[in-house]
């Protein structure tokens, strides 16, 4: 069956955007590999994309600055009083999020729960109102149904299963 239907990207990292299935055990390997890269690499472009409004605002109105005069400890380091806490951690957002607790609950609302955690995965949170926005359609899947009852009609009631999958699999690769 998964050799016949193919699931997009998109709905695999959607997944990940539910606190129950962050773990992706429902995923292979390689698809979970797949998904967080994915995620990493948005996150990265989120970064960026502050960073270059930050510079964009920054250059408005900038009052002249005026010269002082050296003084001569010019070259004074003061890394021993920067605040450790923004330097970045080991961890990425993405690992995070993965080792963070949730309750077990099945009647969890999703939404809820990233509106409550979005200080603490502020990335993640834009994200994820991004990809839970997807609205689920069946409407492929009805289209499907459509062509199975075109294919077997009264004058092909004979056919096997098989050659009816055959004929639906490569009707779909057509188009």
């Not at 069956?1 to 129950?20: C, G, N, T």
């Not at 429902?26 to 510079?55: F, G, H, P, Y």
């Not at 955690?117 to 993640?124: M, N, Q, S, T, V």
Request: with cysteine.
């Amino acid at each position: 069956m998964k050799s016949k239907i193919k699931i997009e990207d998109i709905y695999k990292i959607a997944v990940f955007f539910d606190p129950r299935m962050k773990q992706l055990k429902i995923l292979e390997e390689s698809d979970v590999k797949l998904v967080k890269n994915k995620i990493r690499s948005q996150c990265a472009s989120i970064t960026n994309k502050d960073n270059e409004s930050d510079d964009s605002t920054t250059t408005v109105q900038e009052k002249p600055i005026k010269k002082c005069r050296k003084s001569k400890e010019t070259n004074v380091d003061f890394s021993q009083y920067y605040d450790s806490s923004s330097d970045n951690n080991n961890e990425d957002e993405v690992d995070q999020y993965v080792k963070s607790k949730v309750p077990k609950d099945k009647n969890l609302d999703v939404l809820k729960w990233w509106k409550e955690h979005r200080l603490e995965f502020p990335k993640l949170a834009i994200l994820c109102a991004y990809y839970l926005s997807i609205p689920a359609s069946s409407a492929s899947s009805e289209r499907e149904f459509s062509k199975a009852g075109q294919t077997i009609n009264e004058r092909r009631t004979s056919l096997k299963p098989e050659t009816v999958d055959s004929i639906l699999v490569l009707h779909s690769a057509l188009q």
